[in-house]
């Protein structure tokens, strides 16, 4: 049908159509401007060859704009294989070469992207485009810049790095010096010692917890012994006093002591065979032996814990030592933060070098900013401005067409329609017609058969 033929062919077959059919306008000696290293460059921001054999006078801007692209994504490429070196020490340098690369890919695809996606813009359009893609420039090129400052750096860097690691391991040293003393004192009871303290066998601490609780037995056997000797000593000078001779009697046939002297003495005995004193005594020269061997023990000991804890402590920081050889990415940046404010000239340095990545790093929107709108964008738009009327034209015939061939079938539906209705309205004629003849011949039948009767 006609709807399904297009006037116009497609805008980008339009494009091509344009390129071959315009006017022959070619480069000097009959050679295509579309090859070679230039060309290749210009492609990658995208440039039009054939807008821009009319200008051939831009031709040098346009190349010179793939190469600022295509530095870029070079120099993206190498600061992450540098970043990958330092994260990862060992890291094979293929492996560096081949994140390398496709990061480099990465980056020339977004900058081809950031410049290509703005021809053809003029005016305040122009510069509206290119401020959200100059932001997104720069936060690529943070990612650029870092790697390289690092290298730049790396000598303060590893020197800072080093006087932190031995002021860390210091301090660390400290710590366990303070929550282990050589003395095996006990100082769970510190906030401050929770992560420091270690773990070493025959601790003073325990020994000398046996000996306190040892001298507090022994205290307490003092004390119950000499109660017993106060009780004890208030009963003999009680019997002394009521046996003395100045209060014996006479009895029977001499001097004799009274039933009150008996009484104390018998209290006096009873007192000593009920008592646990000689228990205590005992129990209490089985503990001053035990403390006299822990006592010694404690000594002995000493000597061997303070060597082992000395020991321990070699060890812990040696291991945090090691733990702290690897060089992360973390580790440098704080050292760079570190170098950077501990001087103003390092400062100055740190902020002009930054600046200067970012500006060679967003480069390519900038270049586009700071030169403006070229005539390759004027014609450009022009091209878009001229494809979108055609597209709209196509469009719109495209519609004129589709409501003429809808007109044409609906006229064709009616006509079948008349058509069909003048068929049915004969067919029934004829089916009436029949009808009628049947039913005449059947009543001329019915009539001959009553007249014959």
Not at 12 to 41: F, I, K, Q, V
Not at 126 to 132: D, F, G, H, S
Not at 223 to 250: F, G, M, P, V
Not at 301 to 325: C, L, N
């Amino acid at each position: 049908m006609a709807a399904e033929t297009p006037v116009r062919p497609p805008e980008g077959s339009y494009d091509a159509w344009a390129a071959e059919t315009g006017p022959a306008h070619r480069p000097r000696g009959g050679r295509r401007s579309g090859r070679g290293p230039a060309a290749l460059l210009r492609r990658l921001i995208g440039i039009r060859e054939e807008i821009l054999d009319r200008e051939s006078a831009e031709r040098a801007r346009y190349t010179w704009y793939g190469a600022i692209v295509l530095n870029t994504a070079l120099l993206g490429g190498a600061s992450m294989a540098m970043a990958i070196s330092t994260i990862r020490e060992g890291t094979p340098v293929a492996v560096a070469v081949v994140v390398g690369v496709v990061w480099a890919w990465i980056v020339l695809a977004l900058d081809s992207w950031l410049v290509s996606s703005t021809h053809g813009y003029t005016g305040g359009r122009a510069v509206r485009m290119l401020v959200p893609r100059l932001f997104l420039s720069v936060v690529l090129g943070l990612t650029i810049a870092e790697p390289l400052l690092f290298q730049i750096f790396d000598r303060e860097i590893r020197q800072e790095m080093a006087v932190t690691r031995e002021r860390d391991l210091a301090d660390f040293r400290g710590s366990l010096t303070a929550c282990n003393p050589l003395d095996g004192k006990d100082t769970t009871s510190r906030a401050e010692c929770g992560d420091f303290h270690l773990t070493v066998k025959g601790a003073p601490a325990s020994i000398k917890e046996d000996i306190a609780d040892n001298t507090a037995a022994v205290a307490r056997l003092d004390q119950q012994i000499k109660t017993y000797n106060d009780a004890l000593d208030k009963k003999l000078a009680t019997e002394r006093r009521e046996c003395a001779k100045d209060r014996w009697i006479w009895r029977g046939n001499g001097w004799d002591t009274t039933e009150t002297c008996e009484r104390a003495r018998a209290d006096t005995s009873a007192y000593k065979r009920t008592s646990k004193v000689a228990e205590y005594e005992v129990k209490r020269a089985e503990l001053v032996a035990k403390g006299n061997v822990l006592s010694e023990q404690l000594i002995n000991t000493g000597t061997a814990y303070r060597t082992d804890v000395k020991k321990a402590i070699d060890a812990k920081v040696a291991e945090r030592g090691k733990s702290q050889q690897h060089d992360g990415l973390l580790l440098r940046a704080d050292a760079l933060s570190t170098v950077a404010w501990s001087d103003g000239f390092a400062l100055f340095m740190m902020f002009l070098l930054h600046a200067v990545l970012l500006l060679v790093d967003a480069m390519p929107v900038l270049a586009k900013l700071m030169s403006g709108p070229s005539e390759y964008d004027r014609r450009l738009g022009e091209r878009r401005k001229a494809n979108q009327r055609i597209h709209l034209e196509d469009q719109d015939v495209q519609r004129q067409v589709a409501a003429i061939d809808h007109e044409v079938r609906r006229y064709a539906a009616e006509v079948r329609a008349e058509e069909d209705k003048a068929r049915l309205g004969h067919a029934r004629y004829k089916a009436r017609a029949e009808h009628a003849r049947i039913v005449r011949e059947e009543l001329d039948a019915r009539t001959t058969r009553l007249l014959g009767e």
